[in-house]
């Protein structure tokens, strides 16, 4: 596609449900990274995959976040048991490569994850 | 401490006038750097990416990065509201793939 694009836009869901989170990168696009956002606050790494593999997955805040990526395409975050905390916009981003300190990363919209 | 730092601000411009968004960063290895401008509800937008020592415009915005000083800044010219955003530097360390990110400068315009 043209640019990153994550479903859905927004989420709300009851305390305890799992819930899981789409993000499909630009076209090409090897390296793939999730952030969260909570509100006035800044982008906090969750993890970051090099085509399938995710070398990086210490951003992840509890075994209740997980993440998985196939076909060097799309991604999906899972969150089980969802707490109130997690409450958040979850963003994703693409970049052509990361073994390239020039490469730009470009964002999706996000999903908006209300826990309530 | 923070690798990368940026004052929260808000920051207020008038209309028409310069912004001057500065960025310093504590990795001397880091290589890239980069700008990114976030509307309030929305995600952040790629404004400008910057490697090499000096000055690199794009339209009504220049980059400036000093190694030396280990600081990156990002000038607006002409400011207008619709710039009003929070503002995030951004650095990777050679070919790391991590990005370090700043917690970002709100900046307002006000006509």
């Known amino acids: 596609g043209a640019g990153v694009s994550q479903s859905p836009s927004n989420k709300v869901t009851e305390k305890g449900k799992d819930v899981e989170l789409r993000c499909d990168p630009i076209?090409?696009?090897?390296?793939l990274y999730w952030y969260r956002q909570r509100l006035g606050q800044g982008l906090e790494f969750l993890i970051y995959?090099?085509?399938?593999?995710?070398?990086?997955k210490s951003g992840l805040p509890s075994d209740r976040f997980s993440a998985e990526r196939t076909g060097e395409s799309v991604s999906t975050l899972t969150i089980q048991r969802t707490q109130q905390e997690d409450s958040a916009v979850y963003l994703c981003?693409?970049?052509?490569?990361?073994?390239?300190?020039?490469?730009?990363?470009?964002f999706g919209q996000g999903t908006r994850l209300t826990v309530v | 401490q923070k690798e990368v730092e940026q004052n929260s601000g808000p920051l207020s411009v008038p209309e028409g006038a310069i912004a001057s968004l500065n960025c310093t960063y504590s990795d001397r290895g880091s290589q890239s750097f980069f700008w990114y401008r976030q509307y309030s509800g929305k995600s952040p937008e790629l404004i400008m990416s910057?490697?090499s020592n000096g000055d690199k415009e794009d339209g009504r915005f220049t980059a400036q990065l000093n190694k030396a000083s280990q600081y990156v800044s990002l000038l607006i010219r002409d400011s207008q509201p619709s710039d009003s955003a929070t503002y995030l530097c951004a650095a990777r360390r050679g070919s790391n793939y991590q990005l370090i990110w700043g917690a970002g400068t709100k900046l307002i315009i006000k006509p």
């Open positions: 076209s090409g696009h090897t390296a």
């Open positions: 995959f090099q085509g399938n593999s995710a070398p990086d």
């Open positions: 910057i490697y």
């Open positions: 981003a693409s970049s052509l490569r990361a073994g390239q300190a020039n490469t730009e990363a470009f």
